[in-house]
């Protein structure tokens, strides 16, 4: 199976599950070895499916704003996670193509492997959220009609992401293309870096 299309039945997996709780707080129970690809791709869509929720939920208008601070705390250590994850499974890949020597005139593309798999992981989270929208029993007829459309387009867009993500890896494989893993370097989490934190007076 190609790589990309094995990463949407995982995250499909992994969202379905998710959904069978519906809770922030659950561990993720992942059914594969943690160090294989698909254990990885699980895990990454998981972080991603608390990481949506919590975004929903920091948007009710109502919501304490104590409550809201530590939420936002939260969300933001969950984006270091998915930062640190898409960089993982870029390794992984690096580690894969340790072998390949680039033709000649052979280029770099554009993302990493990895953060096209990121897109795919929070497609597979577009996807079912607004399915969920289109079978709604509540909604009106132009409402679900508008979600259906949204959808159709998700689809699609999920997959032509899935045979170029599939493409890449082919080109890299056969030395047309080549991968380099960059590191974020986010700058305000890190307390050297962000001037509010260093500059901070006790």
Request: glycine share 2%; aromatic share 8%.
């Amino acid at each position: 199976m190609k790589t990309a299309v094995l990463a949407n039945s995982v995250f499909d997996e992994s969202v379905k599950r998710y959904h069978l709780d519906d809770n922030i707080d659950l561990q993720c129970p992942n059914p594969y070895e943690p160090q294989s690809l698909e254990g990885i791709l699980f895990a990454k869509n998981w972080v991603d499916a608390v990481q949506w929720h919590l975004e929903d939920i920091i948007r009710d208008p109502n919501i304490d704003p104590v409550e809201a601070l530590a939420l936002k705390r939260r969300i933001d250590a969950s984006n270091q996670v998915r930062t640190d994850m898409v960089e993982e499974i870029d390794s992984w890949f690096r580690d894969k193509f340790a072998d390949i020597n680039p033709l000649p005139g052979a280029s770099i593309n554009t993302e990493s492997p990895a953060w096209a798999l990121d897109r795919l992981s929070i497609l597979a989270l577009k996807i079912w959220h607004m399915k969920e929208q289109v079978d709604r029993k509540d909604a009106d007829a132009e409402h679900i009609a508008k979600c259906q459309a949204k959808l159709d387009v998700l689809l699609e867009q999920r997959k032509d992401l899935t045979e170029a993500i599939d493409t890449l890896l082919d080109d890299i494989a056969a030395g047309k293309k080549y991968m380099k893993v960059y590191r974020q370097m986010k700058m305000y989490n890190d307390p050297a870096t962000n001037p509010v934190l260093y500059g901070k007076k006790d």
